[in-house]
């Protein structure tokens, strides 16, 4: 059985940065893709990037493009969020799921595991 165990939200300043980790276990990282989710305050969950069993990145969502780095290390079999340049917009809970895939889909239909959510908030 595949687990996801989130951590790292918090509150921070607008500018401020935060890393956001996901834990895995069950399956090790070379079998799964991992993604990052959002979900704001009376919004709809979106996609926010992705990283594939190969470890090949992706970034669905324009926004964070330059400003939010995914990442993994393969020994702890956890895969990290970096965000640096926060923005009041990027307040949201905040989620991994992943998939016995290798390759990386911006849809959240397509994932059969979740965590828990982790919040993270920006604001002064």
């Known amino acids: 059985q595949l687990q996801l165990v989130e951590s790292g939200g918090g509150l921070v300043q607008p500018g401020g940065s935060l890393r956001l980790s996901c834990a895995a276990s069950?399956?090790?990282?070379?079998?799964?893709?991992i993604s990052w989710f959002r979900q704001a305050p009376g919004k709809e969950r979106e996609g926010v990037s992705c990283i594939s069993s190969s470890g090949v990145r992706a970034y669905f969502a324009n926004s964070v493009k330059g400003r939010f780095t995914i990442s993994r290390d393969t020994a702890k079999n956890t895969v990290y969020l970096q965000m640096n340049n926060l923005e009041p917009e990027d307040t949201a809970l905040y989620y991994c799921?992943?998939?016995?895939?290798?390759?990386?889909?911006?849809?959240?239909?397509?994932?059969?595991?979740w965590g828990q959510g982790t919040q993270v908030t920006v604001s002064s």
């Open positions: 069950g399956f090790t990282l070379d079998y799964i893709s």
């Open positions: 799921a992943a998939e016995t895939r290798p390759y990386c889909v911006d849809d959240e239909d397509e994932y059969h595991y």
